[in-house]
């Protein structure tokens, strides 16, 4: 488990664990010494997704489409002189 998980979950469990200690999202934050927005973020993702793992729909989107990338690897073994 990596560090980034690991305080991740740190963060949600004080705050809805059924079991755990029930803590505010402030008091959960000064505890693992973060911000409360870091604690109520994760909780909120949590609540979403039942998951802390890192959203994969992050990042830089992809300006061709699979059937463009295909198409253009074709026109290129066709032509390996083009560039």
């Not at 690991?6 to 664990?17: D, G, H, K, T, W």
């Not at 911000?35 to 979403?48: A, M």
Request: hydrophobic residues 35%; positive net charge.
């Amino acid at each position: 488990m990596s560090a980034a998980y690991a305080s991740r979950l740190e963060a949600v469990f004080p705050c809805i664990y059924p079991k755990g200690p029930k803590m505010l999202y402030a008091a959960a934050g000064r505890y693992m010494k973060k911000s409360e927005e870091f604690v109520t973020n994760w909780v909120k993702r949590y609540d979403e997704t039942k998951n802390v793992d890192v959203l994969t729909e992050r990042g830089t989107q992809s300006s061709t489409t699979i059937k463009d990338d295909k198409a253009i690897i074709e026109i290129f073994e066709k032509n390996p002189g083009t560039r």
